[in-house]
């Protein structure tokens, strides 16, 4: 027993001896000092190996079959990045086993990693037999599958190493048979070279395969229990509307209860300022009823409760309730930015306000407008097309109506995010709630300016309340200008609140719209778009006398070429004229002297309220015509003109009825026009706006100062269709669309139009005209016909009577207007006034003087005199008297 003892003893001290020996050598330096020189030379190799790694890459990637080699001849110095050198080490490698040699530089990489690592290299012999074998077999495969030779024919795919394995393994087994092996002997090789093993690559496939499953597990037990969750909060909701409206009916029976001093007392304590009054703690305090577990307030949890918060967590709303359960002198807790220790014993979250904002998500939709009425149009388009083409045919067979061509194309749509949009509706729904205007979002209605919240108010909620909120609601959405109409046909009130990108509405859009190109009417208006984006278009025939006011700069002459250049692509001169008058001098400019004026763009203010007063007459006249023949309107005249020329029933000098133009009478500045001539202009004006519909005489009035001393109660009562741009009052709204509104537009074209025959208002976004299409299209206009101007529409009274003129004896120019109106087979005052250079009096004397000689015919209306023949006869008579001479 003691000999085991000592000999056990022995051997311990012997080991003890030894292991003091490792770790102390016989230099004196200690192992950690070995460990550092070993380190070293693990990198001294990695450098080693990366730098023959490095040059046989530039070897390889700049081979150069032409360079002087091993095996080739060559007269120029080596191209190869590496010189000589490299030259003939990559014609070796690339040679002998062909495009496996850039495995070599990667190979060399890899061992120098590994050294960097200082990690020993286990069975070197094994893993150099393995990257041979890997060498081997991918020259044996590229070799086997006969690719093309590289750089110039001169190096085989496999080198001369694979295409010897490939030859003789194809022999034996086959093409399919050798690529089997060579795959085989590259996975050996790949056992051998590396720690790889197929086996522990199943078993990472079978784990992520488990992994995903449980992934989809987990996914649907998210799902269940969201629906138990939605289930708890419809619950608890039910119950919170419960408790909510039993405290309500307590409430109200309490105030019923209170004495009057006790009332009084109450609203002086509600508007003294408090702190504790934010959205958070009344919000709280509502939601406190329907909170069933205790809370405990500590100095454990450490919250902080701003009163600007959109949002309150339950934690807050809780501690808040407590807190107003509470007395004050054991709460400790302070409202505003004050910190204040929380802590409570609380089931699970509800997230009461998440549940809302969710609801309100779910809730609502986006309706958007999509532009497809272009492809209904179909076969009912060239049947107006054709329709419209016949009627022209009977007044300017060679008249080409404009091209779309010459305006502009539309610019691609923006649309908003949804997640942009029902985020500024759940916003929007907030801060109706802030203000006790509670309801619902039921639609969202993205449009090119604006975009329409649908908002449901609940039982009891009046529709001022919701629109009192237009400040507050432009405030809390950062907008301009938010407008507030009821949705026509719904329960439903619209906040129109404008886009952050607004879009510009292009005219070619709106004419090339099929309700359009399918109207009609002469006078089809192409007004823009609505707010949902859908084409708006208005016949002035039907209105029939529209006034159009607005602010400077909010899109009233942008408005009025529309205007315009909607009748040219609709009419012919011969359909409609146009009396404009611009004192301004500025903006009906650019149609001088377009085929469709009656008259010279008028710009003195008396001669525009002389051209009313001739339009006056010409409403008489032509109610006279009409009377002549039985008809109750223009249309039913130009009909029964058709017809008789069509069965030859011409008038007694056997020419063709002429059909009668509609008269459009565009004032730019109406303002301008009451300051010089009030009465007699108010006067005309209202005349031809009772009475001048039915023979096709049309106003169209535009102000920028919209005032009662211009838009007077007479004309506005006999103008039901107007226009309203933006204005700078509620005052001068009311003023023109007898309602407020204009002054929430957000001008650029936004325009508010009242429809005749209704009191709803439609808002309109006006399309854009540029200078550029409007000249081009006025450029078609003028080459298709020249102008025939009436200059009788401008003149006075006096003028009339023959304030120029000479009267008793015959005029000095009788003799040479006579010959004029015999060349031109017809006498009329404007072609007198042109040729000779006189004024309107001297030639209505002339003329009349002709008359009382029984060579021109009575006056017949606006239409020019005819000449008999007793003129032809005169004539004849001079011209014989002269050859004799």
């Given amino acids: 027993m003691k000999v085991d003892l000592v000999l056990r003893a022995k051997l311990l001290i012997q080991q003890r001896r030894e292991v003091y020996m490792s770790t102390t050598p016989t230099d004196g330096r200690t192992k950690p000092a070995t460990a550092a020189r070993n380190t070293r030379r693990n990198e001294i190799i990695a450098i080693a190996l990366l730098a023959l790694g490095l040059l046989l890459a530039l070897c390889l990637v700049s081979y150069n079959p032409n360079d002087a080699s091993w095996n080739t001849a060559g007269a120029d110095a080596a191209r190869n990045l590496a010189g000589s050198f490299g030259a003939n080490v990559s014609a070796a490698l690339l040679q002998i086993i062909g495009l496996a040699a850039y495995l070599v530089p990667l190979l060399l990489f890899a061992a120098a990693w590994r050294r960097f690592r200082t990690r020993r290299l286990r069975a070197p012999l094994s893993r150099v037999v393995g990257l041979l074998l890997i060498v081997l077999a991918v020259s044996g495969l590229l070799a086997l599958f006969q690719f093309d030779p590289l750089f110039d024919k001169s190096v085989e795919p496999g080198g001369v190493m694979g295409a010897l394995v490939a030859r003789v393994l194809a022999n034996v087994f086959n093409i399919i048979g050798a690529s089997v092996l060579l795959f085989a002997l590259a996975a050996a090789g790949l056992l051998l070279a590396t720690n790889f093993s197929f086996t522990n690559l199943y078993d990472r496939l079978a784990r992520a395969n488990t992994s995903l499953n449980f992934f989809h597990n ?68 509502n939601r406190s009823a329907s909170q069933s577990a205790p809370v405990i307030i500590s100095h454990r949890e450490t919250v902080r409760v701003e009163p600007d918060a959109p949002a309150a967590p339950p934690v807050f709303a809780q501690a808040a309730a407590a807190a107003a359960s509470a007395p004050a002198s054991n709460t400790g807790i302070k409202t505003g930015r004050t910190e204040k220790a929380v802590s409570a014993q609380l089931p699970a979250p509800t997230f009461d306000e998440g549940d809302e904002t969710e609801d309100i998500l779910s809730s609502v939709s986006i309706v958007r407008t999509l532009a497809n009425d272009e492809a209904q149009a179909g076969e009912v388009e060239l049947k107006s097309d054709k329709k419209r083409l016949a009627e022209n045919r009977t007044t300017a067979v060679d008249y080409k109506l404009p091209g779309v061509e010459f305006l502009n194309t539309p610019t691609p749509r923006h649309e908003q995010a949804e997640d942009e949009l029902r985020g500024l509706g759940v916003l929007l729904t907030e801060k109706c709630k802030e203000f006790n205007v509670t309801g619902r979002l039921e639609h969202i209605c993205p449009g090119p300016v604006v975009t329409t919240y649908e908002f449901k108010p609940d039982p009891g909620v009046k529709y001022s309340r919701v629109t009192g909120l237009v400040d507050d609601l432009c405030l809390a959405l950062r907008a301009e200008s938010i407008r507030i109409d009821r949705v026509p046909g719904k329960a439903h009130v619209g906040i129109e609140v404008p886009n952050p990108q607004r879009e510009t509405i292009s005219m070619r859009e709106v004419i090339e719209s099929r309700l359009f190109r399918e109207s009609e009417s002469k006078l089809t208006l192409a007004l823009g778009k609505t707010i949902d984006g859908l084409n708006y278009i208005a016949d002035l025939a039907r209105m029939p006398h529209l006034l159009i006011a607005g602010a400077t700069g909010a899109g009233k002459s942008v408005c009025l070429n529309s205007l315009v250049v909607s009748i040219l692509y609709k009419a012919t001169p011969d359909e409609v004229k146009f009396i404009m008058v611009d004192p301004k001098r500025l903006e009906l400019g650019l149609y001088a002297d377009i085929p469709h004026l009656a008259t010279p763009i008028i710009t003195d203010p008396k001669r525009a309220a002389n051209s009313l007063k001739w339009a006056v007459k010409q409403m008489e006249e032509r109610y006279k015509q009409l009377a002549m023949w039985s008809v109750r309107n223009i249309d039913g005249y130009n009909a ?246």
């Fill in 640 to 885: 029964e003109v058709r017809r008789r020329n069509m069965v030859d029933d011409f008038d007694d000098e056997g020419n063709p009825w002429k059909p009668l133009p509609y008269l459009v009478i565009i004032i730019d500045e109406l303002a301008d026009l009451m300051m010089v001539s009030g009465h007699e202009v108010e006067e005309s004006i209202t005349r031809l706006a009772q009475m001048a519909r039915a023979v096709g005489i049309h106003l169209v009035l535009a102000t920028q100062r919209p005032s009662v001393d211009v838009i007077t109660g007479l004309i506005k009562a006999n103008f039901p269709s107007r226009i309203s741009f933006r204005v700078s009052s509620k005052v001068d709204s009311r003023t023109i669309i007898d309602a407020n509104g204009a002054e929430q537009l957000l001008g650029r074209g936004d325009m508010l139009f009242l429809p005749p025959g209704t009191s709803r208002l439609v808002r309109v976004h006006g399309a854009y005209l540029d200078e550029t299409e409007v000249a081009g299209i006025v450029g078609h206009v003028k080459q298709q016909s020249k102008p025939a101007y009436d200059e009788t529409i401008t003149q006075s009274e006096d003028e009339a009577a023959g304030g120029d003129g000479a009267s008793g004896e015959q005029d000095e120019l009788f003799e040479q207007a006579l010959r004029i109106c015999v060349e031109m087979k017809r006498a009329s005052t404007s072609v007198l006034q042109r040729r000779l250079r006189i004024g309107y009096g001297r030639a209505a004397a002339i003329l009349d003087q002709m008359e009382r000689d029984g060579m021109i015919g009575p006056v017949d209306g606006a239409r020019p005199r005819p000449v008999l023949g007793r003129a032809f006869e005169t004539i004849a008579h001079w011209e014989s008297a002269e050859t004799v001479e």
């Fill in 218 to 285: 987990f996914s649907a037990r998210i799902k269940a229990w969201r629906g138990r969750q939605q289930e708890q909060r419809q619950q608890q909701a039910e119950m919170r509307r419960a408790a909510r409206d039993g405290k309500e009916a307590t409430t109200e029976k309490i105030d019923r209860d209170k004495t009057p001093a006790e009332r009084v007392a109450e609203f002086m304590r509600e508007t003294a300022p408090q702190e504790e009054n934010t959205p958070i703690a009344v919000d709280a305090l």
